[in-house]
């Protein structure tokens, strides 16, 4: 999948590093003993990280919750915080088989004003929400750089904190958009298996190479941070789990080697699986998932979505979790159009959240 036309291409080595770990990841060959030893040194190694997330580990999984939990603790201390995304548009231009906001499915398509952007801000940071992270379907066309930069001016006027999902861009777009007010980016890979990845996108301008190098652009423009995730299922779970941990690993070594760049930014991992009757099984293997990237990564923020079950996420928010999305809507328009019931119901559900997020740490 080439570039198309007006695709920045930076020279970076991190791709190729992640694709030589992932491709030669054969995780039936750890033992108990490899685990062991993973758990047992106080740095963990690549070679330890891959250890952890294979099936040898699935034994140890209290030990390596109990290690996560000590590696959280340590360095963001009794901490979560709580975020609401707001979806500003949905126009999409892509065709990918397993979205429910490709091209080809028909469903109601809206892109909000700036006045009703204004209006759901309000809403939202009434509740009490100091964070935001502003969405758009993946079209350029609909949706431009202009059009979220705006919206980002008038997220600082009520949020400590603005965050972005959009459709990878260039560096000088991720620049403008950070003097608009945006602090950090989010890129799902969907899937860093690259054959898989071309298999599932089938029309569309998503390119393997520039999505995998969107959040060193951001970087490079200056964005204060940048999260990563896989939508585990898209192939093989373990594969991709590894690849997105990797993925921040080496992006880390490589910024603090450029000194053109301020070597301290927010490294930030979601953990997504997709939706099937096989999710409700795996429960066990994302926990693995989640205590790996803590151990591997002690100083990366980890985000679990509020649509998991209240069970697995008070549990998570023990352990590892250090962020959490509150009062969600993929809806265009919803927390205007909710009445005043509705928004105190929220805002109930939002307290909720906090009082929950400081009880699990007592």
């Known amino acids: 999948m080439e570039y198309l036309p007006g695709m920045e291409q930076i020279e ?10 992932m491709k030669s990841y054969d995780y039936s060959a750890y033992t108990a003993s490899d685990v062991r030893a993973a758990l047992n040194h106080e740095t963990c190694s ?18 390596m919750a109990q290690r996560a939990r000590m590696e959280t603790g340590r360095h963001f201390g009794n901490t979560v915080y709580l975020f609401t995304p707001l979806y500003i548009a949905n126009y999409c231009e892509n065709y990918c088989v397993y979205c429910g906001f490709n091209c080809y499915n028909h469903i109601s398509r809206m892109k909000l004003s700036m006045e009703q952007i204004e209006k759901e801000m309000k809403i939202i940071a009434d509740s009490g929400m100091e964070e935001i992270l502003i969405l758009t379907g993946e079209s350029r066309s609909q949706s431009d750089v202009t059009y979220i930069g705006e919206a980002c001016k008038l997220a600082r006027k009520y949020f400590r904190m603005v965050g972005l999902e959009i459709y990878p861009v260039n560096t000088d777009e991720y620049a403008y958009l950070h003097q608009c007010g945006a602090d950090y980016v989010t890129v799902f890979q969907e899937t860093y298996d690259t054959d898989k990845y071309e298999q599932l996108h089938l029309m569309g301008h998503k390119r393997y190479a520039y999505r995998f190098d969107a959040q060193e652009r951001a970087l490079r423009g200056g964005m204060r941070g940048v999260a990563f995730s896989a939508l585990l299922g898209l192939s093989d779970f373990r594969k991709d789990a590894l690849a997105t941990g990797l993925h921040v690993y080496y992006l880390q070594r490589n910024i603090l080697m450029q000194r053109c760049l301020c070597p301290v930014r927010d490294f930030v991992l979601l953990l997504t699986m997709i939706r099937s009757i096989l999710w409700m099984f795996m429960k066990k293997q994302l926990c693995q998932i989640i205590c790996a990237y803590r151990i591997f990564l002690p100083f990366a923020g980890i985000t679990v979505s509020s649509r998991e079950s209240a069970e697995f996420r008070n549990g998570i928010v023990k352990i590892a979790a250090t962020k959490i999305s509150a009062g969600v809507s993929t809806g265009i328009g919803d927390h205007e159009s909710n009445t005043r019931a509705g928004n105190q119901r929220k805002k109930k559900a939002m307290n909720s959240l906090k009082l929950m997020t400081a009880e699990v740490w007592m």
């Open 12 to 21: 970076s080595q991190v791709c190729g590093h992640v694709m030589d770990q």
């Open 46 to 63: 690549v070679e330890d990280f891959k250890a952890l997330l294979s099936p040898a580990a699935e034994p140890f999984l209290e030990e």
